[in-house]
Structure formats: structure tokens, C-alpha cells
């Protein structure tokens, strides 16, 4: 069954591996006969940065995010699949990926606050498939048995189940990319083509 995805790449390097594995991401999507939206993130100068209005009427009734990202929003909105490519910058998101998180996964579009509870209700129920595809500079064990993943935890547990309940959550990872050969890069997007492949 065809879906809508919107795939959101943060990196600035057009030539970049990120931008390699967005575009293999696409056409692999598209050749299944699902429609894709590409986002890039800095193609598209987007602004990260969470202004004082949208700060100060963050916890206030019938919040609207601001204008100038409210298309993103609707594009957010249509669809049903989301993918997020992005390296990993001393073990975190890139600042401008985690503006975009930021500034359009807040109230009404993403979550309620449930005031009585103190709890967050998710609200993007339209997304059926949350997939993350990444590459880091250190190794699988520093990633994993040093730093504990932190990009995973942060993605799965806090983002995608605080925004998105009973999401498909996937998460594929290039580690050891400093040192990386073009076979192993090669690999990795084989990987890749086969995993969007099967959604």
C-alpha cells in the first residue's frame, strides 16, 4: 500500500555521505511507489534556533507554532512515515536537527501537555513508521558499551514514544565512519535499499 514519507536530512555538505544514504533512502521509497518529501534541512536554511515568543507560549492553551516554519508543520502533518538522516556530532544530533525537533515537534502538532496528569499525549498518530538512519566517527563498542547510545534513547524513548504511540521505531547506524572504506560505505547503503525496501 503506498504511504507518505517525509525524509528530513541535516547536513551541510550536499556531497556528504548523510546525503548519500537520504538519496538512497528516496529512491528506494519511491521505486516501492510511496510518495517522499525531502527536507533538507540546510538546502532549505532552516532556522534551529526556538525564538522568546515560542518559548514564552510553549506551556500556554492553543499554542501555534510560528509562521515562518508553519509549512514544515503541514508537511509534517501529510505525512505517515518519517525518516531522520543525520551524522552523529560527539554522540548527539546535529544542532540543526535538534532545532527542527525542537521548534516542530511542540504542542498540538507532536503532544499535548495532559495538565492533570502531568503527563504528554501523543499526537502524531498519523506516523506509522519512525526510522532513523545515522553514521558516527567511533565504533560500534564506544557507541554502545562506553556512551550507552545515547542518540537511540534520546530518539526512541523520548522522541518517537513521547510523540508518536506504538510507532514502528528502526534506527540504522554507519559506526567507525571516520575510518570507513568505500566498500563498507558501499555496504551500508546496500543495507539500506534492502531495509526501505520492506516497509
Known sequence: MS?????VLAHPLPQSFAASAARTVVETL??????VDLL?????????????????????????PSEDVSGIVERLKAADGLVLVFPQWWFNLPAIMKGFID????????FEHDKAGGRIVPLMTHIRS????TST???WWVVHLYMGNPVRRIMKR???????????FR????????????????????KLRAAFASI
Do not use: N
Open 30 to 35: 519511491e521505486g516501492q511507489g510511496h510518495a
Open 130 to 133: 519512525f526510522w532513523v538512519v
Open 158 to 168: 523520548g522522541v518517537a514514544a513521547f510523540c508518536a504511540k506504538s510507532v514502528d
Open 3 to 7: 504511504r507518505r514519507f517525509l525524509v
Open 171 to 190: 534506527m540504522l547506524a554507519l559506526h567507525d565512519m571516520d575510518r570507513a572504506t568505500d566498500e563498507k560505505r558501499k555496504r551500508f547503503l546496500v
Open 40 to 64: 533538507d534541512l540546510y538546502a532549505e536554511d532552516f532556522d534551529p534556533r526556538l525564538s522568546a515568543a515560542e518559548r514564552a507560549g510553549y506551556m500556554e492553551p492553543g499554542y501555534q
Open 103 to 110: 521548534r516542530i515537534f511542540v504542542p498540538g502538532v507532536a
Open 137 to 139: 566517527g567511533s565504533p
